[in-house]
C-alpha cells in the first residue's frame, strides 16, 4: 500500500512537514495550498526537495468553489484553474483536488455540473492534469460520493476522476459498499481519516476534530475494503484536520501519522479475508488472526504484521524513585513483602500473591519533561506484560515504529524486550506462565524484612496520565502494539475540571489499563496516577492495613450519608465503610468495593474488591477521590 500524508496534518513550516514525512517513512505528501503560499521554497526548490527525500508529490489540494456557478464566474474559475496548472507544472505534480461547491450563490444543475467539469477537464488534460473531484459532506448540492461519481462518468473525460475520503462518507453514514462497482480507473485518489462519534454540524466536526486511524470510530477497515475490492491501487493518504496535532511537534505527529496507516493496512487485510470467509469483517482488532491464504489477489497489495495475542496479564509494575523511604513504608503496610535487591540493578523488588512492584533507583535518563521540583519524586516508570512470545510482540511493537528501550542485563539474567510508549512509561514483554510466577524474581536476595503474610492479590489495572497532546496517539499505541480495546471514554468532574477517561483492557479484562488525560496545568509526572491490587476480601485486608499504620485517603462523612440515601445499606455495612475509608458502588452484574492511599510524590495506590460480574472501576466515586486529593494537596 502506498501511503501518504497531507501538510495540512502537521505543525510547522512546508520544510520541516517534508522532513518529518520522510524520516516517518511516508511514500508521498499532498500540497496542501496555504503551506505552498506561506513557504519561501519556490515550486522547483520543493519539487527537489521531495526528490531529495524520497518522496513523491501526490496531490495539489484544495480547488474549492468550481461547480455550479453562474456563467460569469465559470470563465474566472477557468482562469483560476489554468494558473493552478501551470503551479503543478513547476512542483511536477499531476493531479489536483477540486471539492464539490459549498457556496449558497450556486444553481442546483447537474447538467450544468457536467458541463462546467467537463470544461475544466478539458483544459487540465492540455496541461497534463488529473483532477480528482470530491463530494464535501456539507456541500450546497453534491455532498453524496455516490452523486460526485455519477457526475464524473456523465463527463466522461480520462482526466477526471473521484477522491474518496473516507471522513466526508462515514461522517454521513453512506454505504460504502457500492464502492466496489465503481470503474477503478475513475478512483483517481483515496484520502483517510477517522474521527469520535460527535452531535454536532459536520463542518465543525471535520475542522477540528479529524484524528488518525485507530484513534476514532469510523469503520476505516471496511471502507478500505470495499475501495481495495474495486480495483484502485494508488495512494491511500491521511487528510486529518486537528487542533491539538498542528500545535505538537511534528516528527512525532508524523510518527503517530505513518503508525496509523501501518496499523490500518493491517485490520483492512483482516477484513477482507473475514468478508472473503462469508463473514461481514466486524468485530476484527489488532491481535490474533492470520493473513488468509484463500485471499483473492487485488491491485493493492495489503501487508500485515506478526500476529500476537493480547496479553495474558500483569507481571510487575514499576515505580522509579530518588527516596524510596516513602515507597517502602506504604507497600509494606499493604502487606507487600519484600523479596531483595536485584543482584547488578538498583531495584528493589515487593510482591502481594502475584502482584509485583519494582521500586527503581536510578535517576531518570531524562527528566526534562517533568517539573524540577517534582522529578526524583516516586512516579511510575514501567509495566511489563505477560505475553505468549515476546520476540514476536516486541517485533511487532518495533513495525509500528516504538521506540526500543532495552535494559543492560549481564550472563544469566531475564532480556526483557521493551519499548516506550508515548507518554514516556517503559513497556516490557514478559514470558507468561500458566502459574504466573516469573524466573526473574530469582534475581533478588533474600528479603530483610518481611511483614505479615498478606492476602492473595493481583495488579488489576493502572491508572496513567496522558499529555494533552499525545492522548489520542496513546489510545492507537496500546490497540496496535499491545492489542487492547478501548472501551467506551467517560469524563470526570474534579476540581482542575473534567478529566477524559479512557480504558484499554484484554477481552478477558485480565490487563485494564486507564488513560486518563492530564490537565492542561500539570505536567504529566506531576500528575497523580496510581496501581490498583485485586483482593478477595477487602474489609478484612483494610483492617490488616490499618493495623500496620497504613494511611487511608480520608473520605467524607457527607459521601456515606450520599451513599446510604443511592443504595440503601445495611446500617452495620456502611458503618465498616465510612470507618475503613472504603468507597462502595453497584450495578445489575455485581458489587465494587475499594480504598485509597494517601499519594506519595505523584503516585497512590488502591485496594479493589470485585463482587460478582462487576466490570467497572467505580465510576461515581472518582469525583470524591478528586476532590479530596486535590483539598489535600492544597494543604500539604
Not at 135 to 147: F, Q, T
Request: with cysteine; hydrophobic share 40%.
Amino acid at each position: 500500500m502506498r501511503t501518504g500524508i497531507a501538510t495540512v496534518c502537521l505543525s510547522g513550516t512546508l520544510k520541516e512537514k517534508m522532513q518529518a514525512c520522510a524520516i516517518a517513512g511516508f511514500d508521498g505528501i499532498e500540497i496542501f495550498e496555504q503551506d505552498l503560499v506561506t513557504s519561501p521554497l519556490t515550486p522547483e526548490d520543493v519539487r527537489k526537495m521531495a526528490a531529495d527525500l524520497g518522496l513523491t508529490l501526490d496531490l495539489y489540494q484544495p480547488f474549492r468553489d468550481f461547480d455550479s456557478v453562474s456563467g460569469d464566474l465559470v470563465a474566472a474559475n477557468l482562469r483560476r484553474a489554468e494558473a493552478k496548472f501551470k503551479l503543478m507544472a513547476r512542483l511536477g505534480m499531476d493531479t489536483i483536488l477540486v471539492c464539490s461547491n459549498v457556496a449558497t450563490a450556486s444553481i442546483d444543475s447537474d447538467d450544468l455540473r457536467v458541463e462546467q467539469l467537463g470544461q475544466l477537464a478539458a483544459l487540465a488534460g492540455d496541461h497534463g492534469v488529473k483532477v480528482a473531484y470530491e463530494a464535501l459532506a456539507w456541500g450546497k448540492y453534491v455532498s453524496d460520493y455516490e452523486h460526485a461519481h455519477k457526475l464524473v462518468e456523465a463527463v466522461d473525460h480520462p482526466n477526471l476522476g473521484t477522491c474518496l475520503d473516507s471522513f466526508h462518507i462515514l461522517s454521513r453514514n453512506w454505504d460504502t459498499a457500492p464502492i466496489e462497482a465503481f470503474n477503478p480507473d475513475k478512483i483517481f485518489f483515496v484520502q483517510v481519516a477517522d474521527a469520535p462519534k460527535l452531535s454536532m454540524d459536520v463542518l465543525s466536526w471535520s475542522r477540528h476534530y479529524r484524528v488518525f486511524p485507530g484513534e476514532g470510530q469510523f469503520e476505516l477497515a471496511k471502507f478500505m475494503g470495499h475501495v481495495v475490492r474495486a480495483g484502485y491501487s494508488g495512494p491511500v493518504s491521511l487528510e486529518i484536520f486537528n487542533d491539538v496535532f498542528r500545535q505538537s511537534d511534528v516528527e512525532r505527529t508524523a510518527v503517530d501519522a505513518m503508525r496509523s496507516l501501518i496499523w490500518l493496512e493491517e485490520q483492512s487485510a483482516k477484513w477482507l479475508d473475514a468478508a472473503s470467509d462469508g463473514g461481514t469483517g466486524a468485530g476484527i482488532n489488532a491481535g490474533g488472526g492470520t493473513q488468509a491464504a484463500s485471499r483473492r489477489r487485488y491491485p493493492m497489495e495489503l501487508a500485515t504484521l506478526p500476529q500476537v495475542a493480547e496479553p495474558a496479564g500483569y507481571n510487575f509494575a514499576e515505580v522509579r524513585a530518588a527516596d524510596t523511604k516513602g515507597l517502602e513504608t506504604v507497600l509494606g503496610q499493604l502487606g507487600f513483602e519484600f523479596n531483595g535487591r536485584h543482584r547488578t540493578k538498583d531495584v528493589q523488588l515487593w510482591s502481594l500473591g502475584h502482584a509485583r512492584m519494582i521500586i527503581n533507583e536510578a535517576a531518570p535518563a531524562d527528566d526534562s519533561t517533568a517539573d524540577a521540583t517534582h522529578s526524583t519524586a516516586p512516579a511510575i516508570a514501567a509495566l511489563g506484560f505477560d505475553v505468549a512470545s515476546p520476540v514476536i510482540a516486541a517485533a511487532r511493537a518495533q513495525q509500528l515504529k516504538a521506540p526500543a528501550v532495552p535494559r543492560k542485563s549481564q550472563a544469566n539474567e531475564e532480556v526483557f524486550q521493551g519499548f516506550a510508549a508515548p507518554d514516556s512509561t517503559e513497556i516490557f514483554l514478559c514470558q507468561g506462565t500458566s502459574d504466573g510466577t516469573a524466573a526473574w524474581t530469582s534475581e533478588f536476595g533474600e528479603g530483610l524484612e518481611k511483614p505479615a503474610a498478606g492476602p492473595t492479590a493481583v495488579i488489576d489495572h493502572v491508572n496513567l496520565a496522558q499529555p494533552w497532546q499525545h492522548f489520542d496517539e496513546a489510545v492507537l499505541f496500546y490497540t496496535s502494539a499491545l492489542a487492547l480495546e478501548p472501551q467506551p471514554f467517560a469524563e470526570v468532574p474534579s476540581p482542575t475540571g473534567l478529566v477524559r477517561s479512557q480504558v484499554m483492557a484484554t477481552g478477558d479484562r485480565a490487563v485494564r489499563l486507564v488513560l486518563n488525560l492530564a490537565p492542561l496545568n500539570q505536567q504529566r509526572k506531576t500528575y497523580q496516577e496510581h496501581i490498583a491490587f485485586a483482593v478477595d476480601d477487602l474489609v478484612a485486608t483494610a483492617r490488616d492495613c490499618k493495623a500496620r499504620g497504613l494511611e487511608f485517603l480520608q473520605i467524607p462523612a457527607n459521601y456515606y450519608e450520599d451513599l446510604d440515601a443511592r443504595f440503601g445499606l445495611a446500617p452495620g455495612f456502611l458503618a465498616t465503610l465510612q470507618e475503613l475509608n472504603l468507597l462502595y458502588d453497584r450495578d445489575a452484574d455485581g458489587e465494587f468495593l475499594h480504598f485509597y492511599t494517601a499519594t506519595v510524590g505523584s503516585v497512590f495506590f488502591e485496594m479493589v474488591e470485585r463482587r460478582g460480574a462487576y466490570d467497572g472501576y467505580g465510576a461515581p466515586n472518582a469525583p470524591v477521590r478528586h476532590a479530596v486529593q486535590y483539598d489535600h494537596l492544597q494543604h500539604r
